[in-house]
């Protein structure tokens, strides 16, 4: 058995690579119209990606308390659970950025959760209000990029 302290700098570990993956997963999706219509350079884009990116995850924290709190109950998440949901959601990343799918981190790391979660609990663990808030978002943000879109 891993003791507790060795098991969260595993998670830890995990954690500083997840978020480094998802800085170039993301990066390249959030600059591609800018450089691509040659509002920016590609240098100065990335610049400026991960300084909002620093900034967002200084200021904002939803994602984050989302999945802590609102995906599954959490009496029930351990931190195999977490180095679980990390793996996962490090291996999509890696699979849809070398395949050139698009896909969000925040959403792979909430499959992640989910995935270890269910396998290690069962379904019982999940937290259903808070998987259909995001549900309906992944359904109502695309109509309403449209609407504005077209606006």
Known sequence: MISSSALLIVVVFFALAFDYINGFHDTANAIA???????????????????LNFVGALVSTGVAQTIAKDIVNPEFVTQEIVIAALIGAIFWNLATWYFGIPSSS?????????????????????????????????LISPIFGIILGFI
Not at 33 to 47: D, F, G, Y
Not at 127 to 137: C, R
């Open 106 to 138: 925040s959403h792979a790391i909430i499959g992640g959760m989910i995935g270890a979660a269910v396998s290690k609990v069962g379904f019982g663990v999940l937290q259903v209000q808070g998987i259909m808030k995001i549900v309906a978002a992944l």
């Open 33 to 51: 119209t800018s450089v691509s219509t040659r509002a920016l350079t590609p240098k100065r884009a990335i610049i400026i990606a991960a300084i």
